[in-house]
């Protein structure tokens, strides 16, 4: 794991390297003008770090525009909205749309904020089980767990139901994950445990180590897929059909790739409060412009 997020910061500082030159060199912006001197910006981002990593991408543009850019507020991400909603902080750069539909309609909409982008374009979400035992056993749908006999296989417990290492309550993935429990049948073959996912994930990383069956949920782009790899240690599981909660009807959920994951496919976008947007339009135009 250790590796893999000093691979990560390497990537990181290539893939800045190249924002910035595309904010400095590609973008009709002009720093001369230094629109944000004598202001400052406070960001807000969750502990996610490839978060904070679209958020510290951003706070360069803002300081090469002349912005004081405050140490972001670390919250969890329902917190995250509602302090952008409510000015306690300018904006963050990790809004799923559609998967954060929700939060955005809660906080008050487009009365309060505003989503700018897309800054990331294809985010996708799903379930990954072991390459061995999906070629092994031909598992290739998440309907296939509905078969007690291969759920068995992801048994970690003992009580004869696959256990499936879910996302954090209230990041807005889980209500995905347990209405897809209950429309493809897997309420009596499949746990989903919840709790601190990174957490969880470390334990079935080991337990893949170990050589043993993994079934958990993941998102892209996360550090996850440079560890467990898509296509050589792991495969993602498709559905046969997709069938999404109320409010998500109708969205895209097949892949670049063709794959049907049955989750919707996102993209990345900046949320921030409208007050600081209409005081901040240079601000405004390099979240429009700026992207990964």
């Known amino acids: 794991m250790k590796r893999a997020l000093r691979k990560l910061k390497s990537v990181k500082k290539s893939m800045a390297v ?39 991408v951003i706070n360069k543009g803002l300081e090469k525009l002349g912005y004081e850019v405050k140490t972001p507020l670390e919250l969890e991400i329902t917190a995250m909205h509602l302090a952008v909603a409510q000015g306690d902080a300018d904006f963050d750069a990790c809004m799923w749309i559609p998967l954060h539909n929700n939060f955005y309609e809660k906080i008050g909409g487009a009365s309060v904020v505003s989503v700018v982008g897309p800054y990331v374009e294809g985010a996708v979400q799903g379930y990954l089980i072991d390459k061995k035992t999906a070629d092994q056993y031909n598992i290739r ?19 004869g139901k696959a256990d499936l290492t879910g996302c954090n309550a209230g990041w807005g993935c889980e209500r995905t994950i347990e209405h897809h429990l209950d429309t493809y049948k897997l309420r009596d073959t499949v746990t989903d445990n919840q709790g601190s ?9 080991a337990r893949y180590k170990a050589g043993e069956p993994v079934l958990y949920y993941t998102f892209f782009p996360s550090w996850i897929g440079s560890v467990l790899v ?14 999404l909660p109320k409010g998500e009807e109708g969205v895209n959920t097949i892949t670049a790739d063709g794959k049907n994951l049955g989750f919707s496919v996102n993209t990345i976008n900046v949320l921030a409060n409208n007050k600081f947007l209409n005081a901040n339009p240079a601000a405004k135009r390099l979240f429009e412009l700026v992207k990964i």
């Open 18 to 56: 190249g924002a910035f030159m595309l904010l400095a060199f590609g973008c009709n912006i002009s720093f001369a003008a230094m629109p944000g001197e004598g202001k400052t910006v406070q960001p807000c981002y969750t502990s996610i770090i490839e978060e904070l990593f679209q958020l510290l």
């Open 141 to 159: 749908y998440l309907n296939d767990l509905a078969d007690p006999k291969l759920a068995k296989l992801f048994d970690h417990d003992g009580d």
């Open 197 to 205: 996912y990174f957490a969880l994930m470390a334990d079935t990383i």
């Open 230 to 243: 898509p296509d050589k240690d792991v495969v993602w599981l498709e559905v046969t059909h997709t069938d």
